[in-house]
C-alpha cells in the first residue's frame, strides 16, 4: 500500500516527496525515486486515482505537434521561413505548406511572410532533438497585421486558463475590452483594438492569480462590465 | 590559543541569520536572491535558450553554463571588474554543485546559463551564490531531482563550526574553510573544497554540521519560493 | 522575437499614446536605495520602472595626472551584466557597457561635481582615485539615466576611508565626499518623427535616433552625446533640451 504525504492543490517545489509506495504512477512533474514519488518542479499536486502528477508553475513551453503557437519571422531562406515562437530554437516554414496556395519556388517569398511579420501556425512535427516545423494550412491559421496589435507573454503553463473553460475567459476578455485576441499554446497572446492595455493588465492578472477561483468576477470588476 | 568564544556571539553550530526572495530580476526567466549575515548573492536564470557558437551544441540534451561574479566594490580592497582565475574556478565547482540536481533532458541544443552575483561579501560568497542559483534554476521551471544548499564549515582555533564570517575566515592563528553544498533529500554532497587543516577523524563531524545545517537552509528556500507561487 | 513592431510603436504615437500608456515626455516611477552594499565607501540602487542599476564606489590613493597635479582622479566603468537583459554576454566590456560609462563620467566630470582639488593628499604623488563601479540588473529601458542617477546616489552618500600617508584603513571612515552638483541624465529618444522620455525596452529597440543630455542644478547643460543610427534636427535638440531640463528636477529631487 502507498502512502499520499501531501494532498491534492497544494503547492510544492522541486524535491518535496508527494507520495510514497509502489502504487502510485508519476506524470508530468513528478519523478520516481525508490518507492517514492518525488515533485520536479514548482507546481500544484494533482492526484488522479493512482496518477501522482504537477499542474507547473512555471517553466519553459514544450512544443507538441498540433499545437497552435504565435511566431514572427526572423529569416528568409530559399525553401522556406524561419519562425522565431519563443522556444530555444527557431522553427522552420517550409514553403510546401506555408500556404493553401502553390507558392513558385523562384517567387518573392517576403511577398508571403516578411521579415518582422507574425503569424499563427501549427506545429506539424517536432523531431527528437527539438527541430520545429510549422504549417499555416488549416482553420484558424493566418499572418497578423504587425502595425495593428502587439504581444503580451504569459508562462504556457497558465494558457488554458487564459483561455477558460470552453473558451468562456478568453470570450470575456475580448467582449469586455473589444480586442480580438489570440492565444498561442507557446505563451504568447497576441492583442489588436482600441484597449490593448486593459487586455494586457486582464491577462496579467489571469496569469497571477489562475489558480485561485472567483476569477471570472475579478476579471469583470477590473474591466468594469458584465 | 583556543577559540572558546565566537567573535560575533554565534554558537558554534549556529549559521547567520538568513533571508531569501524568488523573483528579483524582472526579465529572467528565474531569478533569487540569498543573503546570509552579510554576504548578498543574487542569481538568475536565463534559457533553455539557443546555445552559439553551434559546435557547443548538444543533440541529445540541455547544457547548463555557470557564471559567478563579485562586484568591485563587494570587499575592501576593489576587485578589477571582470572575470579572474578565482572566479572561473568558483563558476565551474558552482555549475558541477548544481548540475546533479537538473535534469536537462527535454532540452537537446539549448543552453541554461546560470549567473550569480556578489553585491556584498562577507565570507561564504560561493554557497551563497549556489543557494541563490538553486531557488533561481526552481523559479525558472527546470526540472530538478531536489534544491541544492550549500554552507562553508570550518575549523578555527581547533573548533569545528559552521558558517564562517569574514573574521573567522582571516583568524590570525590560522582558519580552515571547507565549503560543502548537498542535495538535502538524500544528504547528496554536490560541492566540497577545503582550505587548511583538518583531522581525519573531525570530517565526519563536519559533514554532520553541514547536513544538519543544510536542512536549515532548505526550509528558508522552500519558504522564499512558496512565497513568491503562493502570492500569485 | 519582438513583442512590439515598431509599425504598431508608431501608429499608437500617431494617435498621441504611447504603448504602456504614458505621455511622451513622462518618465516611470523611479525609487533610490541607498548604502546596497556595506563595503563599498558609497552604493546605491536605482529603478526606473523595471529598470535596476546598482552602483558602488571605491577610494584607493593613487598618482595625478601630469596635467593635474594637485587633483584627485575619478574612474567609471560599466559591466552590462548578462544576468540583466537576454541581449548581453559575458566577455570583455562591449562598446555600449563602455558608452554607458563614458557618459556618465562626463556628466560628473563636465559639471564638476566634486571638487577634486579636495581629494589631493599630497600635490603630485599621492591623490584620491575615486572608482565608480556600475552593475545593470535588468533591462528594461534607458540604462544609461538610471546609471547615472545611481551613480550621483552613491557618491552622495560615500564616506570616506582613512589614510595615514601609508595605507588605506577601510574601517575607519571619515567625512563625505566634496559633492558640489548634483547632475543628471535624461535621454530622449527619436522614433519617426516622435520624441520620447525616459524610453522602455520595446521603444528602445526600434528607435531611430537618441540623446543623452546632462543638466545641472542650475539648469546648464554640461554633456550630452547622440546615438542610434538616425539623424536629429535643431527642433528636435531643442525639445529634448526641454524634456531633459523638466525631468531632470523630477530626478534630481529623488537625490536629495
Not at chain 2, 557564471?67 to 570587499?75: K, L
Request: glycine share 8%; aromatic share 4%.
Amino acid at each position: 500500500m502507498g502512502n499520499i504525504l501531501i494532498e491534492n492543490k497544494k503547492l510544492v517545489v522541486p524535491g518535496e516527496v508527494i507520495a510514497e509506495g509502489m502504487d502510485f504512477l508519476p506524470a508530468v512533474g513528478v519523478m520516481r525515486d525508490g518507492d517514492k514519488l518525488v515533485a520536479n518542479k514548482i507546481g500544484l499536486v494533482n492526484i488522479d486515482n493512482r496518477l501522482v502528477k504537477l499542474i507547473p508553475l512555471s517553466g519553459a513551453y514544450n512544443p507538441k505537434v498540433g499545437d497552435n503557437v504565435i511566431g514572427q519571422v526572423v529569416n528568409i531562406g530559399f525553401n522556406g521561413w524561419a519562425i522565431d515562437f519563443g522556444f530555444s530554437n527557431n522553427a522552420q516554414l517550409p514553403l510546401r505548406d506555408a500556404s493553401r496556395d502553390f507558392i513558385d519556388r523562384n517567387a518573392d517569398l517576403s511577398q508571403y511572410y516578411d521579415f518582422g511579420d507574425y503569424m499563427i501556425a501549427k506545429i506539424s512535427s517536432v523531431s527528437k532533438s527539438n527541430l520545429v516545423d510549422l504549417t499555416m494550412k488549416g482553420p484558424g491559421l493566418m499572418k497578423l497585421n504587425k502595425a495593428n496589435g502587439k504581444i503580451v507573454d504569459i508562462a504556457s503553463s497558465k494558457v488554458p486558463r487564459v483561455i477558460g473553460k470552453q473558451g468562456s475567459m478568453i470570450s470575456l476578455l475580448k467582449r469586455l475590452t473589444d480586442c480580438k485576441i489570440f492565444v498561442g499554446q507557446n505563451g504568447k497572446v497576441w492583442i489588436e483594438g482600441e484597449n490593448v492595455n486593459k487586455a494586457i493588465e486582464a491577462i496579467k492578472l489571469i496569469e497571477r492569480k489562475s489558480h485561485l477561483s472567483g476569477l471570472t468576477e475579478e476579471i469583470e470588476k477590473l474591466l468594469g462590465g458584465k | 590559543m583556543v577559540y572558546s568564544k565566537r567573535n560575533d556571539g554565534r554558537k558554534f553550530e549556529e549559521m547567520r541569520k538568513m533571508e531569501a526572495k524568488v523573483g528579483v530580476v524582472k526579465s529572467a526567466d528565474g531569478s533569487a536572491m540569498f543573503k546570509i549575515g552579510d554576504t548578498i548573492a543574487i542569481a538568475a536564470v536565463r534559457g533553455p535558450r539557443d546555445l552559439h557558437p553551434k559546435f557547443m551544441q548538444n543533440p541529445q540534451k540541455g547544457i547548463l553554463r555557470c557564471n559567478y561574479n563579485m562586484m568591485s566594490f563587494s570587499v575592501d580592497e576593489r576587485i578589477r571588474p571582470g572575470p579572474s582565475r578565482r572566479s572561473r574556478e568558483i563558476s565551474l565547482v558552482t555549475r558541477n554543485a548544481l548540475l546533479p540536481a537538473v535534469n536537462l533532458d527535454e532540452f537537446p541544443n539549448a543552453v541554461v546559463d546560470v549567473f550569480v552575483e556578489i553585491q556584498q561579501a562577507d565570507a561564504g560568497t560561493r554557497c551563497a551564490g549556489i543557494c541563490a542559483a538553486s531557488m533561481a534554476l526552481a523559479d525558472a521551471g527546470i526540472p530538478m531531482k531536489d534544491l541544492i544548499c550549500a554552507i562553508s564549515i570550518g575549523r578555527v582555533g581547533g573548533k569545528v563550526l559552521v558558517d564562517l564570517d569574514k573574521f573567522e575566515e582571516d583568524y590570525e592563528e590560522g582558519s580552515t574553510d571547507m565549503p560543502v553544498a548537498m542535495l538535502p533529500r538524500k544528504a547528496e554532497v554536490s560541492l566540497l573544497q577545503l582550505d587548511g587543516e583538518i583531522k581525519p577523524e573531525e570530517i565526519d563531524k563536519a559533514l554532520e554540521l553541514a547536513k544538519k545545517s543544510c536542512q536549515e537552509i532548505l526550509e528558508i528556500q522552500k519558504k522564499a519560493l512558496k512565497e513568491k507561487y503562493q502570492n500569485e | 522575437m519582438n513583442n512590439v513592431s515598431k509599425e504598431y510603436l508608431v501608429n499608437s504615437l500617431s494617435k498621441g499614446k504611447r504603448e504602456d500608456g504614458r505621455k511622451l515626455d513622462e518618465i516611470r516611477k523611479v525609487q533610490i536605495e541607498n548604502n546596497v552594499s556595506k563595503n563599498a565607501e558609497g552604493s546605491a540602487r536605482v529603478k526606473l520602472g523595471d529598470t535596476e542599476v546598482i552602483v558602488g564606489v571605491k577610494m584607493e590613493i593613487g598618482t595625478p595626472y601630469p596635467d593635474n597635479l594637485d587633483e584627485g582622479t575619478i574612474i567609471v566603468s560599466a559591466e552590462m551584466l548578462p544576468l540583466s537583459s537576454p541581449n548581453f554576454e559575458s566577455g570583455p566590456p562591449s562598446e555600449e557597457s563602455i558608452e554607458l560609462a563614458r557618459v556618465v563620467d562626463r556628466a560628473i566630470r563636465e559639471s564638476d561635481a566634486l571638487d577634486l582639488k579636495k581629494l589631493c593628499v599630497e600635490k603630485g604623488e599621492k591623490v584620491w582615485m575615486v572608482l565608480i563601479d556600475i552593475y545593470t540588473i535588468n533591462d528594461a529601458g534607458n540604462l544609461q539615466d538610471a546609471a547615472t542617477l545611481a551613480a550621483l546616489a552613491a557618491l552622495k552618500n560615500a564616506k570616506m576611508p582613512s589614510f595615514d600617508g601609508e595605507k588605506v584603513d577601510y574601517k575607519k571612515k571619515k567625512g563625505s565626499l566634496p559633492l558640489v552638483e548634483l547632475p543628471v541624465e535624461c535621454t530622449s529618444i527619436k522614433i519617426k518623427d516622435k520624441i520620447l522620455s525616459d524610453v522602455s525596452a520595446d521603444e528602445y529597440k526600434h528607435l531611430d535616433a537618441r540623446l543623452t543630455i546632462a543638466t545641472t542644478e542650475k539648469g546648464e547643460v554640461c554633456a550630452m552625446q547622440k546615438g542610434g543610427e538616425g539623424t536629429l534636427t535643431a527642433e528636435d535638440i531643442k525639445e529634448m533640451v526641454k524634456a531633459s531640463l523638466k525631468n531632470g528636477k523630477i530626478l534630481r529631487k529623488e537625490l536629495k
